[in-house]
């Protein structure tokens, strides 16, 4: 049955995430190359158990400080990736972003930044979010530079913090605002 779409961009849709999806989250998240960006080298390796329970806990539960999607390819409808916003906090009016293309072979088409400018639309102008911030490993160039080019903010860092390849790196925390966003970007 064809997924329901939150948001449609050029090549792109959020949708709902599936229960089956969790198969591909296992994959993705036991590739070297992608959780490097994600800190969870340190988990490795991950099952499809521990997925399933991440998603029933996440996603089935509903939690009502978090919101994550599904990143569909419009062209075949295949599952690329997870996106979402959490600790979506109700007073502050804030919220943290988190996006994996856990597809290697999809990165490098301009993806990313689609994906950015659709769930930054949804959490600015549809959650009415304020601020949204990020954190980025400072060895994670491929995505510093995406954040950089879209036109968040670099706030600050957290020195050596993360450990990864046999050294501490530091963390960064990039932000966006909701009238900086939609004074680039627009509601289409
Ligand atoms: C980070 C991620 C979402 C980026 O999405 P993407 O669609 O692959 O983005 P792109 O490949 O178009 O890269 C964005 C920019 O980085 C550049 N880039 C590509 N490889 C690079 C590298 N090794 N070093 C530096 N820059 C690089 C691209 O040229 C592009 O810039 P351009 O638009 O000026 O050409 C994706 O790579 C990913 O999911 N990675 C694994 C999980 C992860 O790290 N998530 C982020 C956690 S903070």
């Known amino acids: 049955m064809p997924r329901p ?3 449609k961009g050029k090549k792109i849709a959020l949708v709902p995430p599936a229960k089956e999806d969790t198969i591909l989250y296992t994959q993705w998240l036991n590739d070297s190359e992608v959780n490097r960006g ?3 080298h340190t988990e490795m390796p991950l099952t499809v158990d521990q ?3 991440w998603y029933e806990e996440n996603i089935t539960k509903n939690p009502s400080d978090k919101t994550i999607f599904a990143v569909m390819l419009l062209k075949n409808k295949k599952i690329i990736g997870n996106v979402g916003l959490e600790s979506i906090h109700p007073i502050h009016q804030s919220a943290e972003l988190g996006i994996v293309i856990g597809e290697k072979k999809q990165w ?3 993806y990313g930044e689609e994906i950015l400018r659709l769930i930054l639309d949804y959490g600015f102008n549809t959650l009415n979010r304020k601020s949204i911030f990020l954190r980025c490993f400072e060895y994670n160039d491929r995505a510093l530079k995406l954040y950089k080019k879209f036109g968040f903010k670099m706030q600050g860092k957290l020195r050596k913090n993360s450990y990864y390849d046999g050294k501490l790196h530091d963390t960064y925390y990039l932000d966006m605002l909701k009238n900086e966003f939609n004074k680039r970007y627009k509601r289409t």
């Open 5 to 7: 779409i939150t948001r």
């Open 38 to 40: 994600l800190n969870l």
């Open 51 to 53: 997925e399933e329970k």
């Open 108 to 110: 490098g088409k301009g």
